[in-house]
């Protein structure tokens, strides 16, 4: 055990001469340690620039996940006016012909009417069910397959998703 602790001081000792001999050397060591310190401050600027980027980071999700923990307490309190603009604007979200659908709000009931693609319906209610501060929902829309001869549901149907909202 005392032989190998021995052989290790004498390799740690030879190691410090040989990095000594390296960085003090009179003809190069001036420009190894210019790369030396130049290398260690690359990779502190390196080190601190990902710990700010994460705490910024952090920070963002923190504060992202307080406004809308804020939103669901405090908007389940909005005013009808409110209420019937977050639907209005849903439905905007989720169906392709929302001018179809009249919406009424009264003590935090909303009332839909109009008419509504099938394959849009149950995308529109389970929108409109998430929404802060709606307690009930009345559906008296007429669901139809199709367009068909149906005038509120003619013209282009342009959906607008938020990852391809061009105007």
Not at 35 to 58: C, I, P, Q, V, Y
Request: with cysteine; hydrophobic share 40%; charged share 30%.
């Amino acid at each position: 055990m005392r032989v190998l602790k021995g052989a290790g001081l004498a390799v740690a000792g030879v190691g410090a001469g040989m990095l000594t001999e390296y960085l003090l050397d009179p003809d190069r060591g001036r420009a190894r340690r210019a790369r030396l310190r130049d290398k260690t401050m690359h990779t502190a600027h390196e080190l601190n620039d990902g710990l700010g980027g994460m705490s910024h980071n952090m920070s963002n999700r923190g504060r992202g996940m307080a406004m809308a923990a804020r939103y669901r307490l405090t908007g389940r309190w909005a005013d009808d006016a409110v209420l019937h603009d977050r639907v209005r604007a849903e439905l905007g979200r989720c169906v392709s012909h929302p001018h179809a659908i009249q919406v009424r709000v009264e003590g935090r009931t909303v009332t839909l009417v109009g008419d509504v693609l099938a394959d849009e319906e149950k995308t529109a209610r389970h929108a409109i069910k998430r929404i802060p501060g709606v307690k009930f929902m009345d559906v008296q829309w007429t669901v139809h397959e199709e367009a068909g001869d149906v005038p509120t549901l003619q013209g282009k149907r342009r959906m607008r998703t938020p990852q391809h909202a061009d105007s």
